[in-house]
């Protein structure tokens, strides 16, 4: 799943680590998400949304 949770976190300043604590998983969980290689829940996608004061839309839906 490509996403845009890594290029959002680096305009942020914030570290893997931090948003990890900060939505409650692992940093390499975190790691996996912005490699697309793990497909987050609903409630992981909605906690990161929110933390990083996105949507959903604009971490997690590709436009052509």
Avoid: S
């Amino acid at each position: 799943m490509k996403n845009k949770v890594k290029f959002t976190r680096m305009e942020q300043k914030m570290t893997q680590e931090q948003l990890a604590r900060r939505v409650h998983v692992t940093r390499q969980t975190i790691g996996l998400i912005e490699k697309g290689e793990y497909n987050p829940t609903l409630q992981l996608c909605v906690a990161i949304a929110k933390t990083l004061g996105k949507t959903l839309d604009d971490l997690f839906w590709e436009v052509d």
